[in-house]
């Protein structure tokens, strides 16, 4: 069984993952994941994932910012791509080389799993342009940043995709789609 790769990731209704700077508190200080319905995606996908994928500026906004006190993935092998060599600490890998060649090694792997590519959006683009991401999960959060750090940059190449789902969960709309 092949592998899948999805890309799980909340964006602003205006297309934003992140503030310029790179900042997300808009997803901390905000209340539209409270209401009637308990919001489990996140509990769905990482029932069927053991690997997950991110830059490093998205490793950092989540292990300093978000979740400071517990690292949230450790219950995966962490893939972090980054210019500035690091030595692996545990399941952290810090890879310096090609995210398409990271994720094609992935794939190839033995496992049931699945792989979770979190962001940003340096790494989305070359992996949607070598139709790598079989999943697009993307939450939309409904909040208009003007301006910011957009899911999918100048450098993503035209990708047609089939609408598998779409959901409102409190304030989130979740779309789904496969290529």
Do not use: C
């Not at 500035?84 to 794939?107: A, E, M, T, Y």
């Not at 792989?115 to 208009?144: E, F, M």
């Amino acid at each position: 069984m092949t592998r899948k790769v999805i890309l799980f990731i909340a964006e602003t209704l205006d297309g934003y993952i992140a503030e310029e700077n790179g900042n997300i508190d808009y997803l901390i200080d905000n209340d539209f994941t409270s209401g009637e319905d308990n919001d489990r995606e996140y509990e769905k996908l990482v029932k069927h994932v053991d690997s997950v994928v991110m830059g490093r500026k998205t490793y950092d906004q989540v292990a300093n910012k978000l979740s400071p006190d517990s690292y949230p993935y450790d219950d995966f092998d962490n893939y972090i791509m980054t210019r500035q060599p690091i030595d692996d600490v545990g399941n952290l890998h810090f890879v310096d080389g090609d995210i398409v060649d990271l994720v094609n090694g992935l794939k190839k792997r033995s496992s049931s799993k699945d792989i979770w590519i979190i962001g940003g959006s340096s790494i989305i683009a070359p992996l949607v342009n070598s139709d790598l991401i079989d999943v697009y999960q993307i939450g939309i959060v409904p909040i208009i940043l003007g301006k910011g750090i957009p899911l999918f940059s100048d450098k993503t190449k035209f990708k047609e995709l089939s609408l598998v789902s779409a959901k409102k969960v409190n304030g989130i709309a979740y779309l789904e789609y496969s290529k």
